[in-house]
């Protein structure tokens, strides 16, 4: 079983690449996006707080998000694996995660931190197409939809993200740097950190990722 945290600026292709790896390995995938935009279309209470702060780019309050991973975690079965996609974002939510682990008698096997640099991040984000059903995630320019402005998995139209204008995106990007970027050293001093390169073609990436994991590579 195995415990993997994918850090990462906006953009950087976390999103993708957990898809990705949650669906060959089993894993649960949690990303702390995907559930409050699930929470933000259905207007509980906790989406119509979340959504201020996700619209400007700012982060959700520490008790909301942390909420939501306890929530999520005593509600799944983790059979081969979890990947953390999103989540944690600084450092107060970093610990919290070590004391869940250590509840659990087990510690994080990996933290992936990918990184791409700011320019190339703003064109991604830009032309990023997401499906609000499955989540698949898309782009324009390098990887759009065979099903034209709807999902190729289930059929539903495709969006743009409320947060994918360039202001905002700038914001967040900021908001990486200042607030979770840091988590770099935490889990550098935890001797479980791997910095890969995003900056490649998604399947080159995933097995980079797969390398990091000590895993072999589909079709290696
Ligand atoms: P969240 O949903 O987590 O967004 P993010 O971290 O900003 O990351 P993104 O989803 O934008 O990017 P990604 O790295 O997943 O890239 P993707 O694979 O989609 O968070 C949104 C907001 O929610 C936050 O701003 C905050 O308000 C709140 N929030 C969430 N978690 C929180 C937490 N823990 N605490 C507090 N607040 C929280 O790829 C992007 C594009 O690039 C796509 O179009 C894709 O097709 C393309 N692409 C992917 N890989 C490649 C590649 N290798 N080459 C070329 N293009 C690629």
């Known amino acids: 079983m195995m415990w993997v945290i994918l850090l990462g ?7 993708t690449q957990a898809q990705a790896l949650s669906s060959r390995h089993g894993w649960l995938h949690l990303a702390t996006g995907d559930l409050l935009r699930e ?6 209470s906790l989406g119509k707080e979340a959504a201020v702060y996700m619209k400007q780019g700012t982060l959700v309050p520490d008790r909301i998000i942390i909420g939501l991973i306890q929530e999520r975690l005593s509600s799944s079965a983790v059979i081969a694996g979890c990947l ?46 997401v499906c609000g059903r499955c989540h698949r995630v898309y782009n324009l320019l390098t990887n759009p939809s065979k099903a034209g402005d709807r999902c190729e998995s289930c059929g539903e139209d495709l969006q743009q993200r409320a947060d ?22 935490h889990y550098k001093h935890q001797g479980i950190l791997s910095v890969i390169s995003g900056d490649a073609s998604p399947e080159e990436v995933g097995e980079r990722i797969e390398d990091a994991l000590g895993r072999p590579s589909p079709g290696r």
């Open 9 to 15: 600026p906006p953009g950087a292709g976390k999103g």
């Open 39 to 44: 929470a933000v279309t259905q207007e509980t």
């Open 84 to 129: 953390f996609d999103g989540f944690p974002r600084n450092l107060s939510q970093a610990r919290e995660l070590d004391r869940v682990m250590q509840q659990q008698g087990r510690g994080l096997d990996r933290a992936i931190s990918l990184e791409v640099n700011g320019e190339a991040l703003v064109r991604r984000l830009t032309s990023r197409r």
């Open 164 to 185: 994918d204008d360039e202001e905002t995106i700038r914001r967040r990007l900021a908001v990486y740097r200042e607030d979770t970027e840091p988590l770099k050293d």
